[in-house]
């Protein structure tokens, strides 16, 4: 083996790999739809979410309030239009 080949084995190399952050979420704005790595959007301020959909389950036992609340939500938000 020469000096550029990564044994699997070796220990160097795995604490290398695992040290890599897999945490990092790409976020969205809220108001303005821009992409950030922050919490808070840094161009209006506003709080930035996670922008990918829940997974969907079939046997989702919660499903049914959940589209409520949004309904709800939607409701409250035309109003205060």
């Given at each position: 083996?020469?000096?550029?080949e990564i044994?699997?084995?070796?220990?160097d190399a795995k604490q290398d790999n695992d040290s890599v952050e897999h945490d990092i979420k790409l976020l969205k704005c809220v108001k303005c739809g821009e992409y950030?790595?922050?919490d808070i959007c840094p161009?209006?301020?506003e709080k930035?979410?996670?922008p990918k959909p829940?997974?969907?389950?079939?046997?989702?036992?919660?499903g049914?309030?959940?589209?409520?609340?949004?309904?709800e939500l939607e409701k409250e938000?035309?109003?205060?239009?």
């Open positions: 083996m020469n000096e550029d044994n699997p084995d070796d220990d950030t790595l922050k161009r209006c301020g930035a979410i996670n829940a997974k969907f389950s079939p046997e989702d036992r919660y049914k309030y959940r589209r409520m609340m949004k309904k938000e035309l109003q205060n239009v």
